[in-house]
Nanobody, 127 residues
Framework: QVQLVESGGAVVQPGGSLRLSCAASGRTLSTYAMSWFRRAPGKEREFVGAISRSAGSTDYADSVKGRFTISTDSAQKTVFLQMNSLKPDDTAIYYC????????????????????WGRGTQVTVSS
């Protein structure tokens, strides 16, 4: 069982930056592929970015490519989402997800590929 806890959500002005964190309880994430999804008000949950278990491969939604960066710490217990040049359309609840995988360089971009989910952290981009 993996418990994921997100943090770092806040209210920020357009053009600003935030860094979200996702901490796994009591274990490393070295055998898990990870991702971030988000759900905006009145919209479906959508993929934001993913990182492979080796941290050697990443993937991003077109809407955030070049602005967001996903990474892990050296102990591989925390996954980060660095968000720059934030826009009002980025307003959403951001969820961290994890799934065990044998494949070291594979990323996954659909919700049903993930076994564990955090409860989310609210990001609001508004002036």
């Amino acid at each position: 069982q993996v418990q994921l806890v997100e943090s770092g959500g806040a209210v920020v002005q357009p053009g600003g930056s935030l860094r979200l964190s996702c901490a796994a309880s009591g274990r490393t994430l070295s055998t898990y592929a990870m991702s971030w999804f988000r759900r905006a008000p009145g919209k479906e949950r959508e993929f934001v970015g993913a990182i492979s278990r080796s941290a050697g491969s990443t993937d991003y939604a077109d809407s955030v490519k070049g602005r967001f960066t996903i990474s892990t710490d050296s102990a591989q217990k925390t996954v980060f989402l660095q968000m720059n040049s934030l826009k009002p359309d980025d307003t959403a609840i951001y969820y961290c997800a994890a799934t065990p995988t044998y494949y070291t360089h594979t990323t996954y971009s659909t919700p049903n590929q993930y076994m564990y989910w955090g409860r989310g952290t609210q990001v609001t981009v508004s002036s």
